[in-house]
C-alpha cells in the first residue's frame, strides 16, 4: 500500500513537472561552430535531460568493460577454491577409506586448482603414502618443511617415512629438526622414545620414557649396556626401584653392587626381591661364590655343600613357601647330602601344584635307582616345561630376558 502511494506521487510529480516544462515560454538559442541551433524552451530542456541520460548510461558501460577483466579472474578464482575445496573433500574421503590411487587423484586435482597450500602438500604426501610412492610422498613432506608454517608437518612426514624405511641415524636428525621446529610435543617425544628402543639407545629411552613405560626394563637394559661403573650403578638402582620384582633390574643392581665391593648389600638386594618374586636367576647370583660372575651358573658346585644350602635357606626365608624356594632348598639339600629334607621340599613343592620337568628330575634324583626313579623319570617326559622368560604381550617364549620382545617389539614384554 506504501508502495503504491509512493509511485502515484511520483507519478504525479512527473506529470506536474512535464506540464510545468510544458508551460514555460521563451526560446533557446545557441551556436557551435557553424552549427547554430534554435529550439523552445520545453524541448531544449528534454533534449538536456535525454543527453544525462546517454552519458550516464555511457559512463557505466565502460565502467563495467574496465572492471571485466578483474571480475572475471575473481570468478575463475571462486570457481577454482570451489573446486579445489571439492578435491579436498574427496581426497580426504579417498584417505579415510584408504583408497590410494583415488586419493592420489584427488589429491593432484586440489593441487592444481588451489596451489602448493600445506593442506594440498600435506594431501599429496599422505596420499602417495598410502598408494606406496615413496619418492612421490618424500617430495612433498620436503615441500612441506620448507613452509615456514606447516615445518613440523613436513618433517613429521619425513621421520615416518625414514622409520618405516629403518633409516635410523636419518630418522634421529629428522626427530631432532621436527623438535626445535615445534618442541615440546608428545607424539614427537613417543615417537623417539620408540626410536631410542630401535636402536638399542635404552639410556635416551629412559630419558623420553612416559608414566606408563616399563623404566625398570629399560633402566636395566641401560645399566647393563653402560661402561661406567658410576652411571650403572645409578641406571640399576633406578631398574631395581622401579620393579623390585623383575629379576633382571635386581640382577643388574646387584651385580654392580658386587663389582664394587658392596657383597652385603648385593645379597640384601636379591633376599628382597626374592622375597617379592623368586626366580632361578635370583638364587645362581645369591649362592654364586663372589668374584666369579663368570661361572655364577655352577654355583652348587663351588663353596662347600653345607654353606651352600645354609646360604639358601637364607635366601629364602622371605618367602619359604613359594615353590621356587622349595626347589632351590631341594636341590641345595640333596647336594648337601640331606636327601630326607630335600625329599620333603620336593614333595611339598609338587603339593603345591608345581608339575615341571625340573621337579621331576629333582625328585628321580633324589630316589636314586629305583621303581619310585623310574616313575618320576616317566612323569619327566610328560610334565609342563620348565619355566622361561614370556612375552606378556604376544606370549612367546624366550631363552633369556631381552628389554624388548624380540617377537613383537613390546618394551619390558618379558616376565
Ligand atoms: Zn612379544
Not at 404 to 411: E, R
Request: hydrophobic letters at 50%; aromatic letters at 4%; glycine letters at 8%.
Amino acid at each position: 500500500m506504501r508502495r503504491v502511494i509512493v509511485t502515484l506521487l511520483c507519478a504525479a510529480l512527473i506529470v506536474a513537472l512535464a506540464l510545468a516544462i510544458g508551460l514555460l515560454h521563451g526560446h533557446l538559442s545557441f551556436q557551435l561552430g557553424s552549427i547554430s541551433v534554435e529550439t523552445s524552451t520545453p524541448i531544449a530542456l528534454v533534449a538536456l535531460a535525454v543527453l544525462f541520460v546517454v552519458l550516464y548510461v555511457v559512463v557505466r558501460l565502460l565502467g563495467v568493460l574496465l572492471r571485466l577483466p578483474r571480475d572475471w579472474r575473481a570468478w575463475r578464482q571462486r570457481r577454482h577454491r570451489a573446486q579445489g575445496d571439492e578435491a579436498v573433500t574427496k581426497a580426504l574421503v579417498a584417505l579415510a577409506a584408504g583408497d590410494g590411487p583415488a586419493a592420489r587423484q584427488q589429491a593432484a586435482r586440489a593441487r592444481r586448482l588451489l596451489g602448493d597450500t600445506a593442506q594440498t602438500l600435506l594431501l599429496t604426501a599422505e596420499a602417495a603414502r598410502l598408494a606406496e610412492r615413496e619418492p612421490e610422498a618424500e617430495a612433498a613432506f620436503r615441500g612441506l618443511a620448507a613452509r615456514r608454517d606447516a615445518a613440523f608437518l613436513g618433517l613429521r612426514g619425513q621421520f615416518r617415512l625414514a622409520m618405516a624405511r629403518q633409516d635410523f641415524p636419518a630418522a634421529a636428525k629428522l626427530a631432532a629438526e621436527a623438535e626445535a621446529a615445534h618442541p615440546g610435543g608428545s607424539w614427537l617425544r613417543a615417537e623417539r622414545a620408540r626410536l631410542a628402543v630401535r636402536t638399542g639407545d635404552w639410556s635416551g629411552a629412559l630419558a623420553l620414557a612416559d608414566s606408563n613405560a616399563p623404566k625398570a626394563a629399560l633402566a636395566a637394559a641401560a645399566a647393563n649396556a653402560s661402561q661406567d661403573p658410576g652411571t650403572a650403578l645409578k641406571l640399576a638402582l633406578v631398574a631395581w626401584k622401579a620393579d623390585p620384582g623383575l629379576a633382571p633390574a635386581a640382577l643388574a643392581y646387584a651385580t654392580r653392587l658386587r663389582a664394587a665391593g658392596k657383597e652385603r648389600q648385593a645379597q640384601a638386594v636379591i633376599r628382597q626381591s626374592w622375597a617379592l618374586a623368586p626366580h632361578p636367576d635370583l638364587a645362581a647370583f645369591a649362592l654364586a661364590q663372589p668374584g666369579s660372575l663368570a661361572q655364577a651358573g655352577a654355583h652348587a658346585q663351588s663353596g662347600e655343600p653345607l654353606k651352600q644350602y645354609q646360604a639358601a635357606q637364607h635366601l629364602t626365608e622371605g618367602n619359604p613357601d613359594h615353590v621356587e624356594s622349595r626347589l632351590l632348598l631341594a636341590r641345595a639339600a640333596l647336594t648337601a647330602g640331606l636327601t630326607g629334607e630335600a625329599r620333603r621340599q620336593a614333595e611339598a613343592a609338587r603339593a603345591a601344584g608345581l608339575d615341571q620337568r625340573r621337579l621331576w628330575l629333582l625328585l628321580a634324583e633324589i630316589e636314586g635307582d629305583g621303581d619310585a626313579s623310574r616313575d618320576a623319570l616317566q612323569h619327566a617326559l610328560v610334565a609342563e616345561p620348565d619355566p622361561t622368560w614370556r612375552c606378556t604381550s604376544c606370549h612367546a617364549t624366550q631363552a633369556t630376558w631381552q628389554p624388548v620382545c624380540p617377537v613383537c617389539g613390546t618394551v619390558g614384554g618379558l616376565r
